[in-house]
């Protein structure tokens, strides 16, 4: 017995059938995150590593050329690439594609962790960027401040960027354009070499003492407490009081050889809005999250981060991808239910039956609803390519069901009863049918491997 034969047989277990799918399908489109795009992952790495105050010449030999060494033995590599300048090196790695970019990743975190030991003292960890659609951020704020300049990065950082990187589903935020606090130690070069020391003497020093350091744990009762000793420094004061040498048993102290100013580092970029300086905080998402979701808790929290900030602080709102994501999924939406609805009103006009009009008009949203069992298995997301194809797919799957039902509406007319036209007539155009749906999925699956 063929398939179609033991649904027309069987019309309660192929309603129940019917059923589970649009049951299954509807809790699956519940659960679907909706996107603007597929979540894609490129096959190339970027590998970032800082080192303050080294030359170009300096990060290449002391930085990219070790890190290049290791990073060549990494499996599947297809290209490697560096560059370096002043303060910083950058590698770029492109895989062979059809591997795990997540694997790689790890590989490449493995080879750098080998090779940490071999990098100069004050060389900062290397930062790993993994391409995808994922670091596209969802939610861009402005950022107008006067009198807390001075203080911005910290008091976004305390105030903002941590409450919003909470809220389930961020993945990233960052502060762009913001001056970050600096203290800068002015050394008398005079005053140096009459207490017979050095820059390098100095700095090594200042580092020491600038460091909390753990204490141990101390044991009450049944509870373990951690201890830590703090040694950073809170103000300019702390700074200039610390001991850099001795001198006939007196001590030095840091200002009695320079000069200790709190102020801000060189920014390599500024933010203004409204012609006023600020800064810009950066939103991005975890990978397969909710980018509608996330955007409406960002959004619902400003109200209340607002409330935290200084009076002169002011946040706003530059880009919202919700908004965009909503308006193209609504604009599709619109366009598949005009679809359906022309549709059913050409398939009327031709067969010129009610009941025939009806069974295309259920093929269709049942079709689609079906669909959303496949993207919840996969773990796609709704979005503007998923909901595209759903549109390319309606012409197809009403193509087939109008084949179908007009053989049988024809076996109908020439006197056969209506489930033996059902079997006979789907019997008739089975193969034509699969046919023409297997020569459109041969069009389409190509795309599948374009990288």
Same mark, same amino acid.
């Given at each position: 017995?063929?398939?179609?034969?033991?649904?027309?047989? #069987?019309?309660?277990?192929?309603?129940?059938?019917?059923?589970?799918?649009?049951?299954?399908?509807?809790?699956?489109?519940?659960?679907?995150?909706?996107?603007?795009?597929?979540?894609?992952?490129?096959?190339?790495?970027?590998?970032?590593?800082?080192?303050?105050?080294?030359?170009?010449?300096?990060?290449?030999?002391?930085?990219?050329?070790?890190?290049?060494?290791?990073?060549?033995?990494?499996?599947?590599?297809?290209?490697?690439?560096?560059?370096?300048?002043?303060?910083?090196?950058?590698?770029?790695?492109?895989?062979?594609?059809?591997?795990?970019?997540?694997?790689?990743?790890?590989?490449?975190?493995?080879?750098?962790?080998?090779?940490?030991?071999?990098?100069?003292?004050?060389?900062?960890?290397?930062?790993?960027?993994?391409?995808?659609?994922?670091?596209?951020?969802?939610?861009?704020?402005?950022?107008?401040?006067?009198?807390?300049?001075?203080?911005?990065?910290?008091?976004?950082?305390?105030?903002?960027?941590?409450?919003?990187?909470?809220?389930?589903? !961020?993945?990233?935020?960052?502060?762009?354009?913001?001056?970050?606090?600096?203290?800068?130690?002015?050394?008398?070069?005079?005053?140096?070499?009459?207490?017979?020391?050095?820059?390098?003497?100095?700095?090594?020093?200042?580092?020491?003492?600038? #460091?909390?350091?753990?204490?141990?744990?101390?044991?009450?009762?049944?509870?373990?407490?951690?201890?830590?000793?703090?040694?950073?420094?809170?103000?300019?004061?702390?700074?200039?009081?610390?001991?850099?040498?001795?001198?006939?048993?007196?001590?030095?102290?840091?200002?009695?050889?320079?000069?200790?100013?709190?102020?801000?580092?060189?920014?390599?970029?500024?933010?203004?809005?409204?012609?006023?300086?600020?800064?810009?905080?950066? !939103?991005?998402?975890?990978?397969?999250?909710?980018? !509608?979701?996330?955007?409406?808790?960002?959004?619902?929290?400003?109200?209340?981060?607002?409330?935290?900030?200084?009076?002169?602080?002011?946040?706003?709102?530059?880009?919202?991808?919700?908004?965009?994501?909503?308006?193209?999924?609504?604009?599709?939406?619109?366009?598949?239910?005009?679809?359906?609805?022309?549709?059913?009103?050409?398939?009327?006009?031709?067969?010129?039956?009610?009941?025939?009009?009806?069974?295309?008009?259920?093929?269709?949203?049942?079709?689609?609803?079906?669909?959303?069992?496949?993207?919840?298995?996969?773990?796609?997301?709704?979005?503007?390519?998923?909901?595209?194809?759903?549109?390319?797919?309606?012409?197809?799957?009403?193509?087939?069901?109008?084949?179908?039902?007009?053989?049988?509406?024809?076996?109908?007319?020439?006197?056969?009863?209506?489930?033996?036209?059902?079997?006979?007539?789907?019997?008739?155009?089975?193969?034509?049918?699969?046919?023409?749906?297997?020569?459109?999925?041969?069009?389409?699956?190509?795309?599948?491997?374009?990288?």
């Amino acid at each position: 017995m063929s398939l179609y034969e033991g649904a027309v047989k #069987k019309p309660i277990m192929t309603s129940l059938c019917f059923l589970a799918v649009v049951i299954f399908g509807l809790f699956s489109l519940s659960k679907l995150p909706v996107d603007l795009y597929p979540d894609i992952d490129t096959n190339t790495i970027m590998v970032m590593t800082t080192y303050q105050g080294a030359s170009a010449s300096d990060i290449e030999n002391n930085v990219t050329r070790p890190l290049e060494n290791v990073l060549n033995s990494v499996s599947n590599l297809k290209h490697i690439t560096s560059k370096s300048s002043e303060n910083i090196s950058v590698i770029t790695l492109e895989f062979e594609y059809g591997y795990d970019i997540d694997v790689l990743t790890n590989d490449v975190r493995d080879k750098l962790d080998m090779v940490n030991s071999a990098l100069p003292e004050n060389v900062e960890t290397p930062i790993i960027f993994k391409f995808s659609t994922d670091m596209i951020p969802i939610v861009l704020l402005s950022v107008q401040a006067e009198e807390s300049q001075s203080a911005l990065y910290k008091i976004l950082d305390d105030n903002v960027v941590n409450p919003l990187a909470r809220i389930p589903g !961020v993945g990233t935020v960052s502060i762009s354009g913001a001056p970050k606090r600096e203290i800068q130690v002015y050394c008398d070069p005079n005053k140096l070499e009459a207490y017979n020391l050095s820059i390098e003497t100095i700095s090594s020093i200042i580092g020491a003492e600038n #460091k909390n350091i753990p204490g141990g744990n101390f044991d009450i009762g049944n509870e373990t407490y951690a201890l830590r000793v703090e040694g950073e420094f809170n103000d300019t004061k702390q700074l200039e009081n610390i001991v850099v040498g001795t001198r006939n048993e007196a001590n030095i102290f840091l200002r009695d050889v320079a000069k200790v100013v709190d102020t801000v580092e060189e920014r390599a970029q500024e933010t203004y809005n409204n012609g006023q300086k600020g800064a810009m905080i950066i !939103v991005q998402k975890q990978s397969g999250a909710n980018s !509608v979701n996330i955007s409406k808790e960002v959004l619902k929290a400003l109200p209340k981060l607002q409330k935290s900030l200084p009076s002169d602080v002011k946040l706003g709102i530059i880009v919202n991808t919700s908004d965009n994501i909503l308006n193209t999924i609504d604009s599709l939406t619109e366009t598949v239910a005009y679809a359906l609805l022309f549709v059913v009103v050409v398939v009327f006009l031709f067969l010129g039956r009610w009941r025939a009009t009806l069974i295309i008009s259920i093929t269709i949203p049942l079709s689609l609803i079906a669909s959303f069992i496949y993207l919840a298995i996969t773990n796609n997301t709704i979005n503007i390519i998923s909901l595209s194809s759903l549109s390319i797919a309606i012409g197809m799957v009403v193509d087939d069901a109008i084949v179908v039902l007009e053989n049988v509406t024809t076996h109908i007319e020439r006197g056969s009863a209506p489930k033996q036209a059902a079997v006979h007539g789907t019997n008739e155009v089975a193969i034509s049918v699969i046919a023409s749906t297997l020569t459109m999925i041969a069009v389409f699956f190509p795309l599948t491997m374009i990288t």
